[in-house]
């Protein structure tokens, strides 16, 4: 079993930044793919981005591409999510959850981390 804690969440400014990290317990942290999700207030939750075990390959929802980047330390049993040019509608709860291989659908997660909140004000 894998225990998911994020941190970094915050409030921000339009156009600033925040960088999100979760930390992972257990040996096995580079076995798993990692994602990150995000729900709004009455949304959907939503795909952001996801990186493989080895770094070796990363997804993004359309909505972020060239805005946030995910990233990964294994040795450090972390994964983050740089989030730049922060946006209004980029204010949710933001998850992040791990899987044996790297996809973008939710019901493909096995574990997920309790959520940290963004805000961003315009």
């Known amino acids: 079993q894998v225990q998911l804690v994020e941190s970094g969440g915050g409030l921000v400014q339009a156009g600033g930044s925040l960088r999100l990290s979760c930390a992972a317990s257990g040996r096995t942290f580079s076995s798993y793919a990692m994602g990150w999700f995000r729900q709004a207030p009455g949304k959907e939750r939503e795909f952001v981005a996801a990186?493989?075990?080895?770094?070796?390959?990363?997804y993004y929802a359309d909505s972020v591409k060239g805005r946030f980047t995910i990233s990964r330390d294994n040795a450090k049993n972390t994964v983050y999510l740089q989030m730049n040019s922060l946006k209004p509608e980029d204010t949710a709860v933001y998850y992040c959850?791990?899987?044996?291989?790297?996809?973008?659908?939710?019901?493909?997660?096995?574990?997920w981390g309790q959520g940290t909140q963004v805000t961003v004000s315009s």
């Open positions: 959850a791990s899987t044996r291989t790297i996809a973008i659908r939710e019901w493909q997660y096995d574990y």
């Open positions: 990186i493989t075990r080895t770094s070796s390959g990363t």
